[in-house]
């Protein structure tokens, strides 16, 4: 038996990166997949090859920043497969990179808007949803950034920060409404998000990010989806409130 068999599981940014490699592993485990994300060229490629490992497979354009596309992407979901069983908010946005003092007002909003309030539009409609059905398992992607800091990101560090809070006040209002809510926290991955820092021009920098975890390399986005899959079964069932840090080392120091 597969873990997620004929489970509905909803996933925003879907299309790239952490999200993606979650999307196939959900429908490895039998699941029918909502991938949620922004207009792309991209999303009937995608699909197709989901529903060659599960048919059950849809996408649904939507900015996760805007609460009625939120909403409207959820109904979308209940009357395509009847229930939300899985949702993995992890859509998000790196942001233009500067000190406090030199951020414009509108750098900030879009970071907060897509990675934070993003994050609330979703589990605002999800636990709706997971309170008339009596269950559900939510998680949120944050960072090591939703832990420790680094200097020029105030507004991703700050947002990611928010995510635990938000998980963990959730966790608490519906724990015994058999809804869990956890986190997880990747160090550095290596995906289309961190190779907007262009490598190829900045290898100073890759080799840098590198020094910075223990394990003396990157992360991938399928060591991610394993944590994702353990949060999203039964494997993890006394687990809510939590923030699994998957980060080769880099919090320990
Ligand atoms: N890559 C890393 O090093 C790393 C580390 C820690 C946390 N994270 C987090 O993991 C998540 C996924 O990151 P990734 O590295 O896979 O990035 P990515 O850029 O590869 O994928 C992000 C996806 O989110 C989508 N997206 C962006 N804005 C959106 C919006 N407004 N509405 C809907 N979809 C939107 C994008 O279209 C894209 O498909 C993010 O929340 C990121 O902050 C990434």
Redesign the pocket.
Known sequence: MKKLENKTVFI??????????CAFAAANEGANVAI???K?DESSKIIEELKQINPKAIFIE?????FNQVQVAIQKVISTFSSLDVALN?????GKPSKIGDMTEEAWLKVI???LN?IFNCMKHELEQMSKQGKGVIIN?????GKVAIAGSSH?VAA?HGIIGLTQSAALEYATDSIRINA???????????N?LDFSKHKDIKQHLINLHPMNR??N?EE?ASGFIFLATDDSSFITGTSLDIDGGYLIQ
């Open positions: 925003t940014g879907g299309l790239s990166g952490i999200g993606k490699a949620v994300d922004l792309s939507c900015d996760v920043s805007d992890n859509a998000g946005i790196g808007g897509v990675n993003g992607m944050s960072s090591i950034l991703y990611k997880i926290c990747p160090g550095f991955i290596d995906t289309p998000l961190l907007k990157l992360g986005s991610i």
